[in-house]
């Protein structure tokens, strides 16, 4: 599989994820958060900011590296951001749904990357 299939893959997997959230959201009836992404304190704010910078710069150092390691890099990503996002929504907000779905959202883009790798190693 080559380096361009693979963030093809990528960003069909958050297109799916857009649509999943919203589908998510009117069966549960989460409410939309206010403006365009809602942080519950200026810790949530920097450690998402902070873990998307860690993983831009493991991508800019593994870019050369087999498409398997950069599959394997985003997972570790998805899995360390919404564990984030979902601990932090938990404790600040615990009366809100919006931890269910950024729970269902990782969850739905840890087993995308899964089938991708494995499809990858048996074509």
Request: without cysteine; glycine residues 4%.
């Amino acid at each position: 599989m080559s380096l361009f299939n693979l963030i093809f893959l990528i960003i069909v997997a958050f297109i799916l994820s857009f649509f999943l959230e919203l589908i998510v959201r009117n069966r549960l009836r989460i409410e939309k958060p206010e403006g365009a992404r809602k942080y519950v304190n200026k810790y949530h704010k920097f450690g998402e900011i902070l873990f998307s910078s860690f993983f831009a710069i493991g991508i800019f150092f593994v870019h050369t590296a087999s498409t398997q390691a950069i599959a394997s890099l985003f997972a570790v990503f998805v899995v360390i951001y919404h564990s984030f996002a979902y601990y932090m929504q938990r404790k600040y907000f615990p009366e809100s749904k919006e931890h269910i779905l950024n729970l269902i959202v990782g969850m739905f883009l840890l087993l995308f990357i899964a089938v991708v790798v494995v499809l990858g190693m048996l074509l």
